[in-house]
């Protein structure tokens, strides 16, 4: 699928997203958010960072650009659109994704590698992987995520926090997400959001273990 | 107007002048001829620095922002490290936010992307409230603006010493990565070009430059102090290194501001500027405030006339301010103009040349006692529960960003990334400000060794180190001396290993409110490449192999700071550290340990509890530990260098292969959880495992 990563002012992770997706034999380019041209392509990513310094909210400046309408044209259409970290914030905050994105319960900014359990796999990044347990890290000051309706947002997650051995306990959730939820799709299942950074977890030298889970994932955006 | 001149110095300014400056020419004055720009009162002993070398591509004699080794295949590292001290002490958070976003627009000035953060913060004792605000927002600042600009902090350092009470040192350095050819300089070559602005000027940071360069008052010097807008830094991060091989001359807008940035990059030149036509974030400011203004996320470029409307172009895409306010010129005079009016008119010459200043020295009275009589058991206690986990601390960073971070925060004692030609970059920051109130010279020298051990800890061999010395008031004649003597030390261990000083600060006037300097702390930050195969640390059942000869030095260790300063103070031997680094190193390549750690704080046993914490036992036998003393104490905690212990199942191929250098089998990791046995001495230390992982979270919640 010819993949477009959208590089707003703020974003930081397009490069090791845009390495991540070659790794994984993904045809990517990355696009400045005034030259996008959704009828390019066929799926698109947004990237970790702080788009537009995440003033006012994480995420909320990038929803309200005309970039966001196009990537909205995109979902419509039932094109792949994928949102990770920042990404994800942005697509809560543009009604893409339901929910929202709260600041961590400990109110501070949380490094770390945790683990996630796949929960739905009728996306297009996690067909196949269903139960599968992945290693990756988080990095987020707002990913606590919250939903009204408990059983919606029960239907709607894709990868929850877990440990180890895939056990989805209160101790294992790093920012006290409802429902330990790391990552949600939409009823389509052609728009993920997730917390966790795939890319980060997709070349064997950076890895403490040398596993590769997140080209697991970025691997279904290749065919 | 509050100016650090002194009279001495005003009257040479009106010497050399002619006549009495107006007060818009005493700020210009008074900013370039500041401490913090000068460098004054160190400048004639930094000339003593080792700063050649064949793999030097800049150093420190170019006057330039960052100093840049080669590391092969075309490409080179720029290596820099700063603090922001005396504003993290008044604004903790913008303080220390400020401190990385000038450090990343000195990488950016030479055209190199920014690839990694170390941070090494000191602060007062965590048991007073102030310093826990000071710490919690010194990481949050950190924190705020390296995530924001996504630069991962890969290391550092955290220590507490109640020498920091009033005045926190905050130390941030950074290593970015440029091609060799592709180098900008930050002063120009020939006059003509157009200087061009980015960013826009506010009312923030009037007069750091000066601030940094008094001892703080105690008053009201929250205007000095800038504000950090990392959403900003992040544009100029991404958009200089667009422009960066269109521009002639790259030069941060950091300490003293336009006039500093202006003159420097001038060169001897001249230039003419209208300030009128500098972009503004209030109106009405005054001439005076926008010269001296360091309002952050600012930058100058040297650009020939034809290329500034493609350079602007570049930040206006992201709506971001970019003017051209004036232009270099032959005549060697800095002007200002406003509203058609010369404000300022000064030789370049005399902006350049302050007078240099060698204060009297005077060797400090040392006092010193005798051995104390302790327990094994409660000083081995003792000095444990000195380590605690510091991932309350970098897990408020992202230190993954740009997928290159090969060794994890916590994980090593140095920082590995990887580059893009494919090497393994090593980095270290070291300071031992214990030693050093004992003994600058000798601590000079040992905190290279340190820093050269700690890179060979994970297979590195270090290739070149910046500096930053950090003293009280230099007009005091033992904090001058020791000045002097750390520099001595430095230089000489640094030529020793042929490891060139790249670049490096000097930071005064670092005093308490009586005016009592903190303990001299000079730090060095070497950065290494590895040699063939690099070592994450593993702990598992094995032999305890101590490499070196332990001595009985005690005096400005972590057990004499508890329990009682006496003995003499150790002396580094540094081929010692050579031999043992090499041979770790050649240890690490031939996949003979799965563990190395070299000997420093808290001694063999500071080295000892960190296998302790990973969940395992500890046994050793003193009588193997290879000593010029019997005394128990010496050799479970003198911290003289040259040492390391390794973790392996064959002793013997370490052995083989040493030159010179003690290789001791002193004891095995055990799976006796907890428990470090001293011959027939068990000891248990789950209380203290415990105290290392809660206690940062516990005291700063």
């Known amino acids: 699928m010819k993949t477009a990563v959208i590089k707003f002012p703020g974003t930081t992770c397009e490069v090791d997203v845009y390495k991540a997706l070659l790794e994984a034999k993904v045809d990517a380019e990355i696009v400045k958010f005034k030259d996008f041209d959704p009828d390019k392509y066929e799926a698109v990513v947004l990237p970790g960072g702080f788009s537009f310094g995440d003033y006012l909210r994480a995420g909320s400046i990038a929803a309200s650009t005309e970039t966001m309408k196009k990537v909205k044209e995109m979902a419509s259409e039932g094109k792949v659109v994928i949102g990770i970290c920042n990404g994800f914030q942005i697509l809560v905050e543009s009604g893409l994704l339901e929910g929202a994105l709260l600041p961590n319960l400990n109110l501070r900014f949380i490094s770390k590698w945790v683990y996630i359990k796949v929960v739905r796999d009728d996306t297009v990044l996690t067909r196949g992987l269903d139960k599968k347990i992945l290693r990756m890290p988080i990095a987020h000051a707002e990913g606590r995520y919250y939903h009204e309706d408990v059983e919606k947002a029960k239907s709607l997650a894709v990868f929850l926090y877990s440990d180890e051995f895939g056990n989805v306990s209160e101790k294992a959730n790093p920012n006290g997400s409802l429902l330990n939820i790391a990552g949600i799709a939409n009823e389509e299942g052609n728009v993920v959001g997730m917390m966790p950074h795939p890319e980060r977890a997709s070349f064997k030298l950076t890895s403490p273990t040398e596993e590769t889970d997140g080209l697991l994932l970025f691997r279904g955006l290749s065919k | 107007m509050k100016l650090t001149l002194s009279p001495y110095e005003m009257e040479i300014v009106r010497k050399k002048l002619g006549r009495e400056p107006s007060e818009a020419e005493w700020l210009v004055i008074d900013a370039l001829w500041s401490e913090h720009c000068s460098y004054k009162s160190s400048k004639t002993f930094l000339k003593s620095f080792p700063s050649e070398g064949e793999n030097v591509v800049m150093g420190i004699e170019d006057w330039q922002d960052a100093g840049a080794i080669d590391v092969g295949d075309g490409w080179a590292i720029v290596l820099k490290v700063e603090s922001h001290n005396h504003p993290s002490a008044i604004d903790p958070f913008n303080g220390a936010a400020t401190g990385v976003g000038g450090i990343i627009r000195d990488i950016i000035s030479k055209g190199a992307r920014p690839i990694a953060l170390l941070d090494m913060i000191r602060v007062g004792n965590l048991s007073s409230s102030k310093n826990r605000w000071l710490l919690k927002n010194i990481i949050a600042g950190i924190g705020f603006y390296g995530n924001s600009i996504g630069v991962p902090v890969i290391g550092g350092e955290l220590e507490f010493d109640d020498s920091y009470n009033d005045n926190p040192l905050v130390d941030v350095a950074g290593v970015g ?30 007069g750091g430059a000066s601030f940094a360069s008094r001892k703080l008052s105690g008053e009201d010097e929250i205007g000095a102090v800038q504000i950090a807008d990392p959403f900003a830094g992040k544009i100029v991060l991404d958009v200089t290194l667009e422009v960066a091989d269109k521009v002639e001359a790259i030069k941060d807008l950091g300490g003293g501001g336009l006039v500093v940035g202006i003159t420097e990059m001038a060169n001897g030149f001249g230039a003419i500027v209208d300030l009128n036509k500098v972009p503004l974030r209030v109106k009405d400011l005054s001439p005076e405030e926008i010269l001296i203004s360091e309002t952050q996320e600012r930058m100058l470029f040297a650009v020939k006339e034809e290329k500034v409307e493609e350079v602007c172009k570049a930040f206006e895409y992201y709506d971001y301010p970019c003017a051209v306010i004036g232009e270099f010129v032959k005549e060697p005079f800095i002007k200002f103009y406003y509203n058609g009016k010369e404000v300022v008119s000064l030789p370049s010459e005399l902006l350049l040349s302050p007078p240099r200043f060698v204060w009297g020295v005077k060797k400090k009275k040392r006092n010193t006692g005798s051995r104390p009589e302790v327990g094994l058991e409660e000083s081995v206690k003792a000095i444990v529960s000195n380590f605690v986990s510091k991932e309350w601390a970098y897990s408020q960073f992202d230190y993954e960003v740009g997928t290159s971070t090969v060794l994890k925060p916590g994980e090593a004692d140095a920082g590995l990334i990887a580059l893009p030609n494919g090497k393994l970059l090593a980095i270290k920051g070291d300071a031992n400000p214990d030693l050093c109130s004992e003994d600058a010279y000798e601590c000079g020298k040992a905190i290279v060794a340190e820093a050269y051990r700690n890179l060979a800890s994970v297979g590195a061999i270090g290739i070149g180190l910046v500096d930053h010395l950090q003293f009280g008031d230099p007009r005091k004649p033992e904090v001058y001396n020791d000045f002097i003597e750390a520099i001595r030390g430095i230089a000489e261990a640094a030529k020793f290993f042929s490891i060139p000083i790249v670049g490096g600060k000097v930071s005064f006037y670092n005093e308490n409110k009586d005016g009592v300097p903190i303990k001299p702390t000079p730090l060095v930050v070497m950065a290494g490449l590895v040699k063939e ?102 050799k479970l905690f003198s911290e003289n260098s040259g040492r390391f212990i390794v973790l392996t199942n064959d002793p013997e191929a370490i052995s083989k292969k040493s030159k010179g250098i003690y290789v001791s089998v002193i004891g095995k990791v055990t799976r006796n959880q907890n428990v470090l046995k001293i011959d027939e001495k068990e000891i248990n230390l789950e209380k203290q495992i415990l105290n290392y992982y809660n206690y940062l979270d516990e005291v700063m919640s």
């Open chain 2, 177 to 206: 990565i440029v091609r060799k050819d592709k180098i900008v300089p930050s002063v120009i070559k020939e006059p003509g070009l157009k200087i061009v602005i980015v960013g826009l000027t506010g009312l923030d940071g009037l």
């Open chain 2, 533 to 634: 195969k690099f070592l994450r640390n593993k702990v598992d059942e094995s032999y305890i192999v101590l490499i070196g000869f332990t001595r009985d030095e005690m005096r400005g260790s972590l057990f004499t700071k508890i329990f009682g300063n006496y003995g003499e103070v150790p002396k580094t031997r540094l081929n010692e550290d050579y031999l043992a680094s090499n041979l770790v190193i050649d240890s690490i390549n031939d996949q003979s340990i799965i563990f190395a750690k070299d000997i420093n704080k808290g001694g063999l046993v500071g080295a000892l509890f960190s296998i302790l914490v990973k969940g395992m036992g500890v046994e050793i036998n003193l009588g193997r530990i290879p000593s010029d003393s019997d005394d128990w104490i010496p």
